[in-house]
């Protein structure tokens, strides 16, 4: 079994090794530069931790492993224009270093540079990617579209909520360790299973996300806390305070969301103050935790020997007592 | 051999027998939407043209066509957008009757639409298949980026503008008379030809184009007559007057592209004559002839008897005598 240190190498070489067309440079220079901001690599290292639980020579996978990381970067890319983003981990976005324009265009062939990715696969395995694949992006598309409409909507229920962040974050974790697995022959009983624990994993991650917004440490978060809550982005939070608040409280919180001119930390603090008190800090975590057991109890009934099982069960806990 | 009439049905029966999940709406009407604006249905037409020099039954073949379809609208409602373009076929673009995100998502995930029709090929085939298809689409990229940045660029050669439409128009064609080749196992050699067969096609089909735009009959052609000259859209023409001119008549042309006040009647009668008196009219007509013949030394390479040839012919012939 690989380390996830030998792992993300591997990752970080075949990214290193991708070679993109030199020109036109406007539409491959954006792609070189998203994907050298760097990142967790965490899709990829997925896929390879869990074809690794059934094969040794993890070569075969490191392209289609690569594939989903430039997919996940593609998401960013257009995300980022949609959510019209600055930054993306300290720096420019493509849109702001470039403009809108180059930020779609680089977009849509990252997404075909995807699947070139994929094509390196055998064809017996490949016709059982591709689809795999495929509704994984529509579905992560899916997620983005909800995720947008909630912007709009009052009445979001915290179950379409964890319904959006199954489809924008957690199916794609799902489907790379579900690739990797299947990949690497796996039986078909423990690639499911190995999908159930990316998705339960993926949403405990995205809520955990929602948390450390507003109670992340501000040394080490790697943005500033509370952003969500100055652009009264629907969260887990965000949602469930409002749909559990007795009438006065939700004035309050209300007044305090659609306030142009109020102070930003003032804001924050106010309605940090607020989840605490009406307990939907605590909720969240609960959930968090109930979708981190969820993710292991899966896991525990994939058909392989638990020290195989190991690196997997690492990488889960991490994501869970991470700080940033 | 079926008919052109009969390939087109079974193209528009498979586009109306598409399933879109339902929701998101607003992720997933804006597809159903411009799918049913209609166009030519050409590029499925020509795989399946080409599929049937070769096998009868044409049933596994019309989902891949429907793939190349579904692909070609995705680079229109996205080039709309980048080009802010309001209407096509005479309706309101995505991104007008909606919004420029719905644009974004809906094309993005119309992308991953067209790869899961592919996903219906056999696996011999489809490994064959994924990578021409993805090689085609980021060419295509390539040919949407060079032309945007020839907008800003007063250099432009005849050389540059050929690659470009070959990368942006010809290459889908070329890709889907290969593709239908090869899914119905025709000699690698018949494919290969069939695929410069398309690409001369589309190139000789562009520079029609270009001169319709300008000497197109009002009463027959779709759009405006004179759109382009009236953007100064570097076409074929634009770019061979500018490079061939004297001075002093590059100055008179220079002079009409940069009139912000001139009325569009006056500018369109102006640089129309312009390009008549130099013969630029002319060299359009000769270099489209001459890829219209290439095209067709192409197909006559093909190893098939010229009945099953027939249609390809027609189509061909078609394109060259249409007037819209």
Redesign the interface.
Known sequence: MRTFEEILRLVDEQLRALVL?E??K??YNPIEYILSLGGKRIRPSLLLMSANMYADDLSPYVAPATAFEIFHNFTLL?DD??DKADQRRGQSTVHKKWND?TA??S???M???A??Q??HI???H??KI??LF??M??EV??G???D??FETRADVSQAEYLEMIRLKTAVLLGACLKAGALLADAPQEDADYLYDFGVSLGIAFQLMDDLLDVYGDPTTFGKKIGGDIVCNKKTFLLINARNSLSEEIRKELDSWMNCQTCKPEEKIAAVTTLYSQIGVKNLCEEYMQIYFERALASLAKVKVDDIRKKALRGVAENLMSRNK
Do not use: F, R
């Open positions: 067309p020109n036109p406007g539409l257009h224009l949609m324009n779609i265009l977009g849509d062939v997404l075909v540079v699947y070139q994929l094509a055998d064809p017996t490949l016709s591709l689809p495929s509704k992006a529509a598309c899916e983005q579209q909800y947008m409409d």
